[in-house]
């Protein structure tokens, strides 16, 4: 990956056009019926093993009025141990709130463990009695609707047959995607640098990974063209491509709309699945300008829920995207909750799945994300704690670059982000350090015990290497850090010990 700006080159950093460029946003918004997905069927790999389990197919029939059932093991609801559930969240009620993390007004959400009178069919209801209960594979049904009203608001798929149905999170999605289409010796195109998980998914499915090149920007869509154009005959020809289009693990990276049509485009033309990764969606940022100059600052200055980058699936006119979200990054992340959204030819697949692993997300999770968005936030309270929780990391990754152009300065080569949580730093080590001296030493692993002995932690760039073999990569210079966990106040006071860390390896020398 080549990192073109460096900290002498903060204000040029901050004049660069954020990649959402308003006037070229124009999201799919079909204004006629849209076609049918392609019949993308024939690309199914290990999936096609799956079949619906037995009882399954009788569930429609549990619930129907009157029915009295002498079939399944569900426990009746009266030996359930848990009679009522209640949390306490923010409310969306307040005006001129700034941020998640400022005082915010509370609320009690609860749900009791019989429906209310004439609040709909059981099936339908949250009610602990219900949420509590087996369920389907796809989901508690209100959570379901929910999120495909949200999914239509947000991203206009413009194809008429797509769905959703619940996960346990983007890492169990991310297996499913994967041994949906892939099978054990088929390849998975992924960024140079990427999320761990995902190698190690491909690599416990059998699959190889290949990265294809990036830079500040992403995944370059000419290094893609040539990875497909040259691909050698006597391999499998690879069905999946694997993206975190935006605030990209660990790099930061956002692709550009120019980017993600060039990358729709030749998964049109290579016929490849994409499994678009994206946790980070709703956490796009407006420009970084440095402290002093910092002007306009507010949340509305954000490009909110309605200037958001399209993401894969608005721009798919095939059924041929595997979206993952997730509420990990945005509610809780031990809530093991999220949701796929694709072509309904591929979700019965991915139900018999679930059905022989996790067969729904908890039923805790499901109830309480259920009644708070459907419920109490409903869909403008939801979109209202987006731009909050927006807001919130905008300003984290401020105060954060901020931070590193004070005490690394000189030190390390980097790129503001433009979205997420992560800033991807390359180290400026001396020629002494990276030329046959350093070879025979683990510099990287000295430097990450020096950080440690200063109690203070970032993770080496290799775990990020896209190939299996990541110890190949173990002397690339980069570091992951963060701007998500620790506490703003402590942005200066860790990046201080960074640099301190990083004094006797003579960073910047040269
Ligand atoms: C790109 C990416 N995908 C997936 C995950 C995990 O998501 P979940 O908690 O939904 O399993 C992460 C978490 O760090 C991530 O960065």
């Not at 390359?426 to 046959?436: A, D, I, Q």
């Amino acid at each position: 990956m080549t990192v073109t700006h460096n900290l002498n080159d903060v204000a040029e950093v901050a004049t660069v056009p954020h990649p959402v460029d308003k006037a070229s946003i124009v999201k799919s918004k079909v204004t006629h019926p849209p076609r049918s997905a392609l019949d993308l069927l024939p690309l199914l790999g290990d999936a096609k093993r799956r079949s619906r389990t037995p009882i399954k197919q009788l569930y429609q029939y549990f619930f129907m009025p009157g029915m009295l059932s002498l079939s399944a093991g569900l426990p009746h609801p009266s030996s359930f141990a848990f009679r009522s559930l209640s949390a306490t969240v923010p409310s969306m009620e307040a005006a001129n709130v700034n941020g998640i993390s400022s005082p915010a007004p509370e609320l009690q959400v609860t749900i009791p463990f019989h429906p209310a009178p004439g609040s709909g069919p059981l099936q339908t209801s949250v009610a602990l009695c219900n949420s509590l209960q087996y369920g389907t594979a796809q989901g508690i049904l209100g959570l379901q609707t929910f999120l495909r009203e949200h999914v239509e608001e947000i991203h206009h798929p413009p194809y008429a047959d797509w769905d959703v149905i619940t996960t346990v999170g983007n890492t169990d999605a991310l297996d499913k995607a994967v041994s949906l289409i892939g099978t054990a010796g088929d390849y998975l195109l992924v960024d140079e640098w990427t999320y761990p998980a995902a190698i190690d998914t491909a690599a416990s499915n059998g699959l190889h990974t290949t990265p294809i090149p990036m830079d500040q920007d992403g995944m370059i869509p000419e290094a893609l063209e040539r990875t497909l154009s040259t691909w050698p005959a006597d391999r499998p020809r690879p069905k999946l491509l694997y993206l975190v289009p935006t605030g990209q693990n660990p790099t930061g990276a956002t692709l550009p709309l120019l980017r993600r049509r060039a990358i729709y485009a030749l998964a049109q033309s290579y016929n490849l699945i994409i499994i678009e990764d994206d946790p980070y969606y709703y956490l796009q940022f407006a420009p970084y300008q440095p402290a002093a100059e910092r002007t306009n600052d507010s949340m509305d200055a954000q490009p909110g829920l309605s200037s958001l980058l399209p993401s894969f699936l608005s721009l798919d006119t095939d059924g041929r995207v595997l979206r993952l979200d997730s509420f990990s990054k945005i509610l809780a992340p031990g809530s093991r909750c999220g949701w796929i959204t694709t072509s309904k030819q591929f979700l019965p697949y991915l139900e018999y799945h679930n059905e022989t692993t996790v067969q729904q997300p908890s039923g805790f999770s499901q109830a309480i994300i259920t009644e708070l968005l459907t419920n109490t936030w409903k869909h403008a309270g939801w979109s209202m704690y987006l731009k909050r929780l927006q807001y919130d990391y905008y300003q984290r990754r401020n105060l954060f670059i901020d931070q590193l152009a004070q005490h690394l300065n000189g030190l390390v080569d980097y790129v503001v982000p433009p979205a997420g949580m992560f800033c991807w730093i390359k180290l400026r080590l001396p020629s002494s350090l990276t030329g046959s001296r350093g070879a025979d030493r683990d510099v990287m692993g000295d430097i990450l015990e020096a950080l440690v002995a200063e109690r203070v932690i970032a993770i080496p760039g290799h775990y990020f290497a896209g190939q299996i073999d990541r110890a190949a990569m173990a002397q690339e210079p980069y570091f992951r850090t963060a701007f998500a966990h620790a506490s703003p106040e402590d942005f200066g006071p860790a990046l201080e010990r960074m640099a301190r860390a990083l004094e006797r390896f003579n960073l910047g020398d040269d």
